[in-house]
């Protein structure tokens, strides 16, 4: 398994934008499924969005558009770039990274979107 650590996350009014980095310990995270999840006060945590080993990239219907998943494999760093942020989408941002079996979870990031 390896390690991961999410940074990033903060305080942004409605129309704002933020970058979460999921940095991961160890080598080999080319091979990963690598995702954001998230999860709001009182809901279930949800899927954010995916991008496989081929980079191929995967979102939840209510952030299509505004957010971005992409991976630099040289860093062993995933990012979520969030544009146009609605107080919806506040929530506890989690990073997760898959390779078969094997499942390993960040601690998360608080994104909180409010005026």
């Known amino acids: 398994q390896v390690q991961l650590v999410e940074s990033g996350g903060g305080l942004v009014q409605p129309g704002g934008s933020l970058r979460l980095s999921c940095a991961a310990s160890g080598s080999g995270l080319r091979s990963y499924v690598m995702g954001w999840y998230r999860q709001a006060p009182g809901k279930q945590r949800e899927l954010v969005a995916t991008i496989s080993s081929a980079s191929t990239t995967n979102y939840a219907d209510s952030v299509k558009g505004r957010f971005t998943i992409s991976r630099d494999n040289a860093r062993n760093t995933v990012y979520l770039q969030m544009n146009s942020l609605k107080p919806e989408d506040t929530a506890v941002y989690y990073c997760?990274?898959?390779?078969?079996?094997?499942?390993?979870w960040g601690q998360g990031t608080q994104v909180t979107v409010s005026s």
């Open positions: 997760n990274a898959r390779l078969g079996p094997g499942v390993s």
